[in-house]
């Protein structure tokens, strides 16, 4: 995938985190768009309580990927203070050319675009729910 379309991929991330932040108010989404680092975007859901739990995914390009365009998604779990880092996976973003939409290649299937951002969300939820 090329670079315009990536950028692409990015911008209209960016603004469906946006609608979902209007609606959403049980997951932080944070985007990182100036600092390289771990993270360009993070989902974080938590859960007061003794002990209090978080857990946080990171989205991120995988730069490696040249041919294809790969999202590197690492959890970091929090329990109490203790910080640990999960296992980062990496899920290929397609475009369907018929719609001119990007698609998530997910484990369970694909996940369309207007649906991303309730994915990430979902997913930080159901690995907090196993804390």
């Known amino acids: 995938m090329t670079g315009q379309r990536r950028e692409e991929f990015w911008r209209r991330f960016h603004v469906e985190i946006e609608r979902f932040r209007e609606h959403e108010t049980s997951c932080d989404v944070a985007i990182n768009p100036f600092e390289v680092g771990r993270w360009h975007v993070k989902f974080t859901r938590r859960r007061v309580g003794y002990p209090a739990a978080s ?18 998604i690492t959890p970091t779990y929090v329990v109490g203070d203790v910080v ?48």
């Open 55 to 72: 857990v946080a995914i990171g989205i991120v390009e995988h730069s490696p990927s040249r041919d294809e365009f790969l999202l590197a």
């Open 84 to 131: 640990t880092e999960g296992e980062r996976l990496l899920i290929p973003v397609l475009l369907d050319p018929a719609s001119d939409t990007f698609v998530l290649h997910a484990d369970h299937g694909p996940v369309a675009e207007p649906d991303m951002t309730r994915f990430f969300a979902s997913t930080a939820g159901a690995l907090l729910d196993r804390l």
